[in-house]
């Protein structure tokens, strides 16, 4: 017995020890890897313009671009824009994925509602974001119930979609082995359907919140007086690319922040998961 044991928790050992991958990365020289690229082109840019090689009028060097930057923040209108870009984003978002979700779960859960609801929903995704505009404007008017909208819609429709794909594509074997333990119908989604929907579930948030930055821009355009979009506008009309590339730029930071405490938050729903993420 120990002769046949002592192989097997070899083999373990062993699978246990790739599964932490082959070179694996320190914490902090996974950041430096990431902003080695954008840090990187930055420099490049930035030795470009001083060295003669480019104008930088209408893309100005990073320096610049950090200079306005830091004077917008100093004189608050940076936090200000920003804010109300977040709050945005984070109602629409909120409201755009609990609809989805619901929808999501009713179409991929009965045939009847699938039919009823998929034709439509699929033929209003394909409708382009900005000609929702003039009808939201029209409905809401141009304060924030317009803007909220326009987010809900380019939020939901990821959602929707990775909510019923992921409950249609489940295993049917799965629900077999549910059915033949005799589990109810409220067990078997929370036991079976859950656990194999959550990883795209979790996936299409992600997108949708992705959407939702774009989505925010355009909703920014409608008349608003604060944030990042109207940034944007401002330093469009008045010639000013240091002041749109340090809105895009903010954009960026948000954005990824937003995406890193999502992913954050739901990671301990999917820890059960054994896959190869380490080793990629």
Known sequence: ??????????????????????????PGVKWALGLFLPLGLALGWELAVRAGLAEGRLMPPPSRIAETLYALAR??????????????????????AASGILLGALSGTSEAARRLLDPTL??????????????????????EASKVALIAVGTFFPVYLGVAGAILS??????????????????????????????????SLRSGLGL????????????????LGYLLVDGQQLGKPDQILAAIIAFAVMGKAADSLLVAATRPLVRWQDVARERL
């Open 75 to 96: 004189s608050g209108e940076l936090w200000t824009h920003a804010w109300a870009t977040l709050w945005r984003v984070a109602v629409g978002f909120a409201i755009g």
């Open 1 to 26: 017995m120990a002769e046949i044991a002592a192989p097997a928790q070899a083999q373990g050992e062993r699978r246990a020890g790739s599964s932490s991958g082959a070179f694996p990365i320190a």
């Open 212 to 227: 939702g930055f774009m989505f925010v821009v355009a909703a920014e355009f409608m008349g608003a007086s604060e944030g």
């Open 122 to 143: 699929q033929a209003l995704r394909a409708i382009p974001s900005i000609a929702w505009v003039p009808l939201f404007i029209l409905w809401f008017g141009i304060f």
């Open 170 to 203: 489940v295993d049917r074997k799965l629900v077999e082995v549910g059915r033949i333990f005799r589990l109810s119908r409220l067990d078997l989604a929370r036991r079976i359907l859950l656990p194999a929907v959550l990883p795209e579930l979790l996936v």
